[in-house]
């Protein structure tokens, strides 16, 4: 456990480097048994459409995780003109094709494409990354199904941390499909109580200000600072911007968070652990109905 001393007191990092090594450790075991046992190797398949560097940057990312797991990966990557159609088609053969296992559509898409209907073309049951209506349905009404990447890595490092939800203020600032929405529904599943923010909200501030739990999950760099947030809060900064920086600024939020998500090494790591995670998941339960 990392303690940082900042401003007044003294905060807790939370680590989400080594405890995503400690879940892509156990999800590379159970891939190697998954091997030995049935003779199937999980395959993760990433979809990507245009050429975004970023994106580029976190396919690669997850491709890399998957082979130092152990695990096998596709990955189909369309050109910016790519339609709606042509998308939902890649993402119906992917679902039909009996080596892959789990499917990942890097977000965001370009706006031409419906998004949503391009996440309903991967099947529910490989739908690692927690996308589709069936998957929100299943987060929603806390029943067996995949969380959406992000928001299942936020949910494990709370609890790695021991972080109380039950009862808690949890504030959410964002609402994306892949992120703030469904993180939202994790932590209301889990009893706390939840206020959604986003590009409406009037007065954030006098939102975030009585936030237990601060999510941040906007894409702006530094976009929170200290001076909105609770003493003693837990701050959870899911922001990835240019420059490794994320939507908190950081020391300003350190001097007043009892713990706090470092960004890179917070929240990142975390997202591709589930999904190789739930890779294998899916792999399991697929090679269990052969
Ligand atoms: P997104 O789809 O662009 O959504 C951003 C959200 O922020 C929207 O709900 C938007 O509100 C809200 N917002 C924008 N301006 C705001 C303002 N002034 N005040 C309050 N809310 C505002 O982004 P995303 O995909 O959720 O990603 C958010 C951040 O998380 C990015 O930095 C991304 O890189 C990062 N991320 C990290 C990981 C990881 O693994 N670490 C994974 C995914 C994303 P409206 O809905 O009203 O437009």
Known sequence: MTISESG???VVLMDGTTAARRIVEQAAAAAAALKADAGVTPCLATVLVGSDPASLTYVRMKQNRCARAGMASQHVELPESATTA???ATLTRLSLDPDVHGILLQHPVPTHIDE???????APEKDVDGVT???????????PGFASATPGGILRLLDEYGVELAGKHAVVVGRSP????PVGMLLLARNATVTYCHSKTVDLAA???HADILVAAVGKPRFIDGA???SGAVVIDAGYNPGNVGDVEFDSAAAKASLITPVPGGVGPMTIAVLLEQTV?????????I
């Open 178 to 181: 892949i992120l703030g929405k």
């Open 207 to 209: 939102y975030t200000r």
């Open 116 to 122: 949503r209907a391009a996440f309903e073309a991967i």
């Open 8 to 10: 007044s007191g003294s």
């Open 281 to 289: 998941a899916a792999a399991t339960r697929q090679a269990a109905r």
């Open 228 to 230: 909105d947030i609770k």
């Open 133 to 143: 209506s069936h998957s929100f349905a299943a987060m929603a009404f806390g029943e």
């Open 86 to 88: 042509e998308l939902v």
